[in-house]
């Protein structure tokens, strides 16, 4: 006597419910934050290679004979792409006789499985800007000691640790319009105006860059943040 024909001999059968019930788990429910984070570009490559361009330095005064200048390498960094993936597999007669339709919805669990891996890679720079998630410069993301790769470069911070407020936006505003390039240049280009937080944070944001008067103060003062930030909490 033949063995039992099951799910395992007609899997193909049961292909487009799956990716139909993956599809909605992986489009819907679970916010995704990847766009929001970074300009998403796709590849065909198993490793990407990202190599700084050094700054050109000032131009001095011309007295009759040009300076040429010198450009240098910075620091290169490696991206590599892996896959992810996971299966399910469910028995034949559980889809034929199941009256509450759960099984043709277990697949969508995936999806959001899917979905939150995604969103969770996303923001890891987030979560480990000040340990895990290094730069270039061998350092983490937000470090007090940023070095640059091209010889005679600055060593920089972009670390504030006080408490948020007003305050202490203000001082990383400043930081941030202060920070140099990698030849320690000034670096006309920047202008902070997104902040990232906890959903712990959330009020506090919107109190400090919405208000029209200055925050917890008593004074008939402009709140000078108003209308120059756009706020993000998860």
Do not use: C
Request: aromatic share 10%; charged share 20%; no cysteine.
């Amino acid at each position: 006597m033949g063995a039992p024909i099951g799910l395992g001999n007609f899997q193909a059968s049961f292909e487009p419910v799956a990716r139909r019930q993956f599809a909605f788990g992986a489009t819907s429910e679970i916010k995704e934050r990847r766009e929001l984070y970074f300009n998403v570009e796709g590849s065909e490559k198993k490793i990407e290679t990202d190599v700084e361009i050094g700054d050109s330095g000032t131009v001095p005064r011309f007295t009759g004979e040009l300076e040429y200048e010198e450009m240098q390498q910075g620091y290169t960094s490696t991206i590599t792409n892996y896959t992810y993936g996971k299966g399910m597999r469910i028995e034949y007669e559980f889809i034929r006789f199941d009256q509450l339709r759960i099984a043709k919805s277990l697949p969508k669990a995936l999806g959001h499985a899917m979905r939150r891996r995604i969103a969770t890679d996303a923001s890891s720079w987030f979560n480990d800007a000040t340990t895990s998630y290094l730069t270039k410069d061998g350092g983490s993301l937000v470090n007090a000691s940023h070095a640059s790769g091209i010889t005679g470069g600055p060593t920089q911070s972009n670390r504030i640790t006080t408490a948020f407020g007003p305050v202490a936006l203000a001082a990383a505003r400043i930081t941030h319009r202060s920070f140099l390039t990698n030849t320690g240049e000034i670096n006309e280009g920047t202008m902070p105006n997104l902040l990232f937080g906890s959903i712990y944070l959330q009020d506090s944001f919107e109190e400090v860059i919405s208000s029209k008067g200055q925050v917890g103060t008593a004074n008939n003062t402009i709140n000078v943040m108003q209308g120059k930030w756009t706020a993000m909490a998860d």
